[in-house]
């Protein structure tokens, strides 16, 4: 099976724009998470999507928002960009909910400028 | 706030040494899992403990499992300068969410 794929691997954005970023699971895999890595913060979930419901958000403001499609595919989008918000976007994937190994992808590097 | 601590921070040793790195976490958890990192890359998955289980072997891989002390150790044996990475633990709490929570992670540098 193809692994976890991430869309853009790099992104450059401006202060103040918005930018979207793209993660397809593992076939057949209906959990996604996501996690931001900074090196001040470490690694930081994000939000979980299981079944195209949210079902659980870290502490980020309401700039970051995602969601996740019908075949499992999902997006992160941050609005209103700022310095502090580059990082590497980290996806994974998992069959269940909880309690299992989640696959991670390569990750999509965004520096804001 | 992350719930994982490890130490130590950073670690280097020779090829074929034994290298091992610990984490401690605060609340009950369902299971406690090892991730490996490459220079910024993704996480590679190592080896997951349950909460009920106390030790686990994956190849060269060691994982102990204390939850009276809320703590856990990987043990790399016989090292590679290939082993060379970033290794985090991660806590899955007790919950019905896959929500994992990382540590600070412990850079390795294993020299040939």
């Known amino acids: 099976k193809a692994g976890v794929t991430q869309t853009p691997r790099y992104l450059i954005k401006t202060r103040g724009q918005q930018v979207t970023l793209s993660c397809s699971p593992i076939s057949g895999h209906r959990s996604v998470s996501w996690y931001q890595q900074t090196p001040g913060q470490g690694l930081q979930f994000l939000f979980e999507y299981f079944s195209e419901t949210q079902r659980n958000k870290g502490n980020f403001p309401g700039r970051f928002s995602g969601r996740q499609f019908s075949n499992s595919r999902s997006e992160m989008n941050v609005s209103t960009l700022e310095l502090g918000d580059s990082a590497l976007y980290?996806?994974?994937?998992?069959?269940?909910?909880?309690?299992?190994?989640?696959?991670?992808?390569?990750?999509?590097r965004l520096t804001v400028t | 706030s992350q719930q994982g601590e490890e130490d130590p921070q950073a670690l280097s040793i020779q090829e074929g040494e034994n290298a091992t790195m610990n984490c401690s976490y605060k609340t009950s958890i369902n299971n406690l899992q090892w991730y490996r990192q490459n220079s910024g890359r993704g996480l590679v998955h190592l080896i997951l403990i349950r909460s009920n289980e106390r030790e686990k072997h994956s190849g060269r891989l060691r994982v102990t499992l204390d939850t009276s002390k809320k703590s856990s150790s990987l043990l790399i044996t016989a090292s590679r300068a290939a082993d060379t990475?970033?290794?985090?633990?991660?806590?899955?709490?007790?919950?019905?969410?896959?929500?994992?929570?990382?540590g600070q992670g412990t850079t390795l540098q294993v020299k040939p």
Request: glycine share 14%.
């Open chain 1, 90 to 108: 980290l996806c994974a994937s998992s069959p269940r909910l909880a309690g299992g190994v989640q696959y991670f992808g390569p990750g999509t």
């Open chain 2, 85 to 102: 990475a970033s290794y985090f633990c991660a806590t899955e709490r007790k919950s019905n969410t896959g929500k994992l929570i990382f």
